[in-house]
């Protein structure tokens, strides 16, 4: 209960200090402008490259999403922390974009190898420093990121925000503007896909 009331406090200050950090971004302060908005770059970019498939199309809906969440900043009311906001939007911009162009589930090698940063299922890869065994895990890396391309965006999204980004599904929820139960069921259905696709390949 104690190692709890400590976590509580230690989210609570976080979340006050994100609060002060906005405060002075609405005044036009450009340190706490970019400490917002750059420090979840990377995340986002993920967010919206899980919906779009497309290292372009990706980069424009991140743009497109910090411009509309720094015209909104004032909406912010503190109730979920700043990333998660921000990622909301983010994603609600990706989804515009593919419904827009309505592009097909489409990505490079390069692209999904830079994205998913090494990210496999635990008990796949023997991480060894052997050549064969290096060998093998990339085909099976290779293999897995076929098997999330393949994914139903629904799920996809779900999936890359739970287990590779690491938001809560709490935090999910909101992003996607879904049940948390709906979050649960999606991750699931996504996890039973990809074992069983995996299973067939390898």
């Given at each position: ?146 098997e999330i391309r393949r994914l139903p965006v629904t799920l996809r999204v779900a999936f890359q925000l739970r287990e590779v980004d690491g938001f809560s599904t709490k935090e999910s929820s909101r992003m996607l503007g879904i049940l948390e139960s709906s979050v649960k069921t999606r991750l ?15």
């Amino acid at each position: 209960m104690g190692t709890q009331n400590r976590l509580a406090k230690l989210d609570a200050r976080s979340l006050g200090e994100e609060w002060a950090l906005v405060q002075r971004a609405l005044t036009g302060d450009r340190g706490s402008q970019d400490r917002l908005f750059t420090a979840h770059a990377a995340r986002l970019y993920r967010a919206a490259f899980a919906v779009l498939r497309n290292r372009e199309d990706a980069e424009d809906a991140v743009q497109d999403g910090l411009y509309n969440a720094y015209t909104k900043l004032r909406s912010f009311q503190g109730r979920s922390s700043f990333s998660t906001w921000l990622t909301r939007i983010v994603i609600n911009s990706a989804l515009m974009t593919r419904r827009r162009k309505r592009i097909g589930v489409e990505a490079s090698l390069d692209e999904i190898l830079e994205n998913q940063q090494g990210w496999l299922p635990d008990g796949i890869v023997d991480r060894r420093p052997d050549p064969e065994e290096a060998c093998g895990a990339t085909e099976i890396n290779r293999l897995f990121d076929e098997e999330i391309r393949r994914l139903p965006v629904t799920l996809r999204v779900a999936f890359q925000l739970r287990e590779v980004d690491g938001f809560s599904t709490k935090e999910s929820s909101r992003m996607l503007g879904i049940l948390e139960s709906s979050v649960k069921t999606r991750l699931f259905r996504a996890r039973r896909k990809l074992t069983y696709e995996l299973r067939g390949s390898i």
